[in-house]
């Protein structure tokens, strides 16, 4: 992917392997820099992406999902209602979901809504 140091991450656009006939814009914000120092990452730069980059409106609602980077496993009712809620939720004009980004645990969960959602 191209990429641009954004204060220590990085922003650009990536094909995922799910979606290989489009390009998906990101930005990587560190949570940590070496030695434990938190990363300091300008919010108005963030905002200056998305609003002057990429052209977006200001979000309505940001939801963060975050979790453990392991197995997510949930019995079919919960699992279900869940998928569902997120997918409902992601039909919502001016709601962003960001993940941490990996392909594990609740992040992948999110993940899957997003792909049932384009099926």
């Not at 938190?38 to 409106?57: C, D, I, M, Q, T």
């Not at 997918?87 to 960001?98: F, N, P, Y």
Request: proline share 5%; hydrophobic share 40%; glycine share 14%.
């Amino acid at each position: 992917p191209s990429s641009k140091t954004l204060g220590g991450g990085g922003a650009g656009a990536m094909k995922w392997r799910q979606r290989e006939d489009k390009l998906f814009n990101y930005v990587r914000v560190p949570s940590m820099m070496s030695g434990g120092l938190k990363a300091s990452v300008n919010p108005h730069l963030l905002r200056f992406y998305f609003e002057r980059v990429w052209g977006l409106k200001r979000p309505k609602l940001f939801v963060s999902v975050t979790g453990a980077a392991k197995d997510f496993d949930l019995p079919e009712g919960p699992r279900n209602k869940l998928l569902k809620g997120l997918q409902e939720l992601g039909k919502i004009e001016g709601v962003w979901m960001a993940t941490g980004g990996c392909s594990e645990g609740i992040m992948q969960f999110v993940g899957l809504a997003r792909a049932l959602m384009e099926a």
